[in-house]
Structures are given as structure tokens and as C-alpha cells.
């Protein structure tokens, strides 16, 4: 039962990100003006990255390899994200609100995926399947 929850919790939080970078993909000038008005050097380029970080991330979270790392990484990245697209921002009290909302739910994703990367991917994974690939059985042993 832990083997099926572990899958669904990775679907579940890499449906987040691999969303997030396919909408930033298909519309580039909307996610280039929103990390230039954060402030962030070469708008584009930072867009792209980030679409491209969340979609390959996502998938690897998918299918379970690396799962750890990648985990790790995304929780990093929500961390980091939080702080510089939610913390202290909204110019009224609706967008104060909305962003400090984003803030804690960016926080609870990374708490979700340290959660991911401690206890890895369980055995519905590519990790799990490479890892009994690697395994030398008994039999090659002695012949």
C-alpha cells in the first residue's frame, strides 16, 4: 500500500510543475514579464529555464528516477521560488493575501517533496526496477 501512495503523492506533485512549465512554454512573454517584474536579469532566459527545469523535473518524479535528487531539487526550487516571487509582495491587500497563500503552499510542496526524498520512490519506479536490474543473482555468481 505505501508502493501505491508514494506513486500517487509523485503524480500529484509533479502534476504541479510539469502544468506550471507547459504554461510557461506556451506563453513566454507572460512568464518573461512576470520574473522581469521580479526583478531577475534576462527575463526570457530565466522563463525558459524554469519552464524547462519544471517539466523535466516533473516527468523524472513521474516515472521515479533520480527520485531523491529530484526531489530534493524541486524542494529547493519551491523554497527559493517562494521567497522570491511571494515573500513581501502584493501591492493591495487581495494580492498581500493571494501571495501569502502561494507562500504557504510552495512551503507545504517542499515540505511534500523532502517528504519524497527521504523515503524515496518505493518499487513502482524506474529507481526501484534499475535497482533490481543491478542486482547480480545468485546464479551469475557461480557460473
Known sequence: MTDIGL??????????????????V??????????????LPVP????????????????????GF?????????AAFCLFATYVGHYGQG?????????QQMLLKDIAVAGG?????????GMLSVDAWLARRTKISPLAENG
Not at 533520480?66 to 524541486?74: D, P, S, Y
Open 66 to 74: 533520480q527520485t531523491r535528487l529530484v526531489a530534493a531539487m524541486l
Open 113 to 121: 517533496l523532502i517528504l519524497v526524498a527521504l523515503f524515496g520512490a
Open 91 to 99: 501591492a493591495d491587500a487581495a494580492s498581500a493575501f493571494t501571495h
Open 44 to 63: 526570457l532566459l530565466v522563463a525558459v529555464g524554469t519552464a524547462l527545469f519544471e517539466i523535466a523535473a516533473g516527468a523524472l518524479l513521474v516515472v
Open 26 to 39: 506556451m506563453d513566454l512573454s507572460g512568464a518573461s514579464a512576470y520574473f522581469g517584474g521580479l526583478g
Open 7 to 24: 506513486i500517487v503523492a509523485r503524480v500529484m506533485i509533479a502534476a504541479m510543475f510539469i502544468a506550471s512549465g507547459y504554461g510557461a
